[in-house]
């Protein structure tokens, strides 16, 4: 069974950066899409970025673009998501999920999660 760890949140001040990583264990991924998905307080889960199966493609929900930079390393399992410049509004806890094959920005489509990471930007 395959289950996604992530690590790296924390508390920073705005403007600071964080970076997450989600390490995968049970099956290699390689041929999964890996996204970040965020969760802030009475809201509904968003779409936050996702990698293609071979990482050669990204996409940003428009809050983070310019921000936020997803990778990927196969070798390791691992996904992680560079997060810069960040704002008060990025306060949120952060999933990583994978889904077999194409991308997805519907957080309804990914069949493996995290447990989450609490990311907390202080003003």
């Known amino acids: 069974q395959v289950q996604l760890v992530e690590s790296g949140g924390g508390l920073v001040q705005a403007g600071g950066s964080l970076r997450l990583s989600c390490a995968a264990s049970?099956?290699?991924?390689?041929?999964?899409?890996r996204g970040w998905f965020r969760q802030a307080p009475g809201k509904e889960r968003e779409f936050v970025a996702v990698?293609?199966?071979?990482?050669?493609?990204?996409y940003y929900a428009d809050s983070v673009k310019g921000r936020f930079t997803i990778s990927r390393d196969n070798a390791k399992n691992t996904v992680f998501l560079q997060m810069n410049s960040l704002k008060p509004e990025d306060t949120a806890v952060y999933y990583c999920?994978?889904?077999?094959?194409?991308?997805?920005?519907?957080?309804?489509?990914?069949?493996?999660w995290g447990q989450g990471t609490q990311v907390t930007v202080s003003s």
């Open positions: 990698v293609t199966w071979s990482g050669g493609s990204t």
């Open positions: 049970g099956r290699a991924l390689s041929s999964y899409a």
């Open positions: 999920a994978a889904k077999y094959s194409r991308a997805s920005y519907s957080p309804a489509e990914y069949d493996v």
